[in-house]
């Protein structure tokens, strides 16, 4: 087993991935649109504890780098007392590190892809603009962006090719299809979400 699978599990499986712990990074990088990882780093470690984080949200430490660290540690102490013997190698350098990857270096390459490979094909492909969606429709319906037409919606949920890999697929596949489906629900007849 290797730890970035361990690391991932473990910051999905405790849940130090939600807004609660490392902001809304959906909703930041977009805001952001930055032009480079170092403008996206700029903005989250400034502006992310300041405008993308929910209410109530708590600081774990004097800076967001601080708190950065702290979640790391969070996630090495979940590791070491749930899952001992399947990571007896990570170390809480690793769930540091991992924890400033996804936050800020993933999450930038993710737009970056997002914006390069979806959108402007998608735009391209079908001649019209995608409309990022609201955190709210992101978190209640898995839909990332939408298409309007007249007074309905495509609601269109992008994944990255790995999440056929992801364990336990057919839970995740589920989890995802009955918040879509509920985005036709929510929008109104005529409304529709897609995979892509």
């Not at 480079?36 to 300041?50: A, D, H």
């Not at 019209?128 to 007249?150: E, M, N, T, Y």
């Not at 918040?179 to 409304?191: H, K, T």
Request: proline share 5%; charged share 25%; net charge neutral.
């Amino acid at each position: 087993m290797s730890k970035e699978w361990v690391l991932n599990i473990a910051f999905h499986r405790w849940q130090l991935n939600r807004p609660k712990y490392v902001g809304r990074l959906a909703e930041a990088i977009r805001v952001c649109a930055p032009g480079s990882k170092e403008e996206w780093e700029r903005y989250s470690y400034e502006q992310v504890p300041k405008k993308h984080v929910p209410s109530g949200w708590q600081m774990f430490g004097r800076t967001m780098a601080e708190h950065l660290e702290e979640v790391g540690r969070r996630l090495f102490a979940e590791i070491s007392e749930q899952l001992r013997k399947e990571v007896e190698e990570v170390t809480e350098e690793d769930c540091i590190a991992y924890v400033r990857e996804v936050v800020m270096h993933r999450t930038y390459a993710g737009y970056v892809t997002e914006k390069q490979t979806v959108y402007e094909e998608l735009e391209h492909l079908l001649g019209v603009k995608l409309q990022p969606a609201p955190d709210s429709w992101d978190r209640r319906c898995s839909v990332d962006c939408f298409i309007p037409v007249g007074n309905r919606y495509i609601g269109i949920q992008v994944k990255p090719i790995t999440y056929s890999q992801t364990p336990e697929l057919y839970k995740c596949n589920n989890g995802c299809r009955m918040p879509m489906s509920a985005f036709a629900r929510i929008m109104g007849d005529g409304s529709s979400s897609f995979f892509l």
